[in-house]
């Protein structure tokens, strides 16, 4: 395994996106979400859903 500190660390990703072409933040992220399956897309608005749902409910009584 190779340890290196955070700095170290910082310089060599700032180094390989220079080789890569890549200047700044102006980059793509990997995944934008524009391919993704309806399957995947129903799912994620279930989560979206049960997360709303959730935060609007009664909080549970406290027990002693």
């Known amino acids: 395994m190779i340890e290196m500190d955070f ?5 060599a ?6 080789a890569l072409g890549i200047v700044g933040n102006d980059f793509l992220p990997r995944n934008d979400g524009s391919r993704r399956t309806e399957s995947k897309r129903q799912l994620l608005r279930a989560i ?12 549970p009584p ?3």
Not at 48 to 59: D, G, H, K, L, T
């Open 7 to 11: 700095f170290e660390h910082e310089r």
């Open 62 to 64: 406290l027990s002693e």
């Open 48 to 59: 979206a859903e049960s997360v709303e749902a959730r935060s609007n409910a009664e909080p």
């Open 13 to 18: 990703l700032i180094a390989r996106k220079r």
